[in-house]
């Protein structure tokens, strides 16, 4: 007796994405925790994974990726555009140590914010909002880097007004020889920024869907509003706005390298991510699984071991 064999005629039949095969995603979900560096076929050549005993590592690491390949493009009088995630928050804290550490400016980076709160409009929350993605970034990475921070007109926030011109701006700045890395998480939903699975029901072929740079109020599914809840909102669900502005496949499949990272785990053995984890790296790209095409593009994720599993049932 499992959810498969008891959905049909229960509160969540059709409550996930249609095109979600979840024999797939189970299967996905049943291999050793040892097998979860096997390299798959349709892994970019130059992707890999690393695990993590703690999150006092995972966090350096993150930080540390993010920080070299700041120091790298510098070294290399290169332009850095980077989509940068609100979460996982440590790893900014290892960042700005190790740039302030290396005497690094970020005169050269320029920073797009993958995602943001909104209305149905894409009206966003004020950024003196504790709650926005805009506070939480200049208070964890702008700020803290004193006078070797970004400067202020190469910041971009996901805002009504200056999401769509995301495109045009990145596209001029790689024309100029910029490197785009994206840093991300893999959402509940294995979603990347707010684009969320069920997008893909709006385009007919997976070509127009990959074309798609950004949305403006969004709406999320349930499962993203709780895992928001959960992990940054202490609970309280009432507090989580149900749409979002984001960035689409259209940016973040154009990435030169990607750095994610999945932290998801609480104590007491419970976790959140496993499932979307392993989904990631072995259900094969499908557009109605977005993070499946994140291990199709050179670079890494980041994980806890304890998120290999076993995903198996157990009482806590």
């Not at 350096?60 to 493009?73: D, F, Q, R, T, V």
């Not at 707010?194 to 999320?220: I, M, N, S, V």
């Not at 499962?223 to 689409?248: D, H």
Request: with cysteine.
């Amino acid at each position: 007796m499992d959810f498969l064999s008891t959905v049909k005629g229960s509160l969540l039949e059709g409550f996930y994405p249609a095109g979600w095969d979840l024999e797939k995603i189970d299967k996905c979900c049943s291999n050793k925790p040892e097998d979860i560096t096997v390299r798959q076929d349709f892994w970019n050549k130059d992707f890999d994974i690393v695990p993590c005993d703690n999150v006092y590592d995972f966090d350096m690491i993150l930080g540390h990726e993010i920080a070299l390949e700041i120091k790298s493009c510098k070294d290399e009088g290169r332009k850095l555009v980077m989509i940068l995630p609100v979460g996982p928050m440590g790893m900014y804290r290892w960042a700005v140590y190790f740039l302030k550490a290396w005497k690094v400016s970020c005169e050269h980076v320029y920073g797009f914010n993958m995602d943001e709160w909104s209305d149905a409009n894409g009206k966003t929350l004020d950024p003196s909002n504790p709650g926005s993605f805009q506070y939480a970034m200049e208070n964890a990475f702008y700020g803290p880097l004193g006078e070797l921070t970004v400067p202020v007109d190469q910041r971009n926030f996901a805002t009504q007004d200056n999401l769509p011109t995301y495109p045009k701006k990145i596209a001029a700045l790689r024309a100029e020889g910029a490197k785009l890395v994206t840093v991300f998480g893999i959402g509940r939903m294995m979603h990347i920024a707010f684009w969320e699975p069920h997008f893909a029901a709006d385009f007919e072929t997976e070509e127009e869907w990959k074309k798609q740079c950004y949305r403006l109020g969004a709406k999320l599914h349930p499962m993203t509003i709780e895992q928001n809840a959960l992990t940054s909102f202490k609970s309280r669900t009432t507090l989580v706005p149900c749409r979002a502005n984001t960035i689409g496949p259209g940016l973040f499949l154009s990435s030169d390298k990607i750095i994610g990272g999945c932290d998801g785990a609480f104590n007491r053995g419970m976790q959140w991510q496993g499932l979307s984890l392993w989904t990631t790296l072995r259900y094969g790209p499908s557009m109605w699984i977005p993070s499946s095409y994140m291990p199709t593009l050179p670079g890494k994720i980041v994980f806890l071991k304890e998120l290999a599993g076993p995903l198996v049932a157990e009482c806590n």
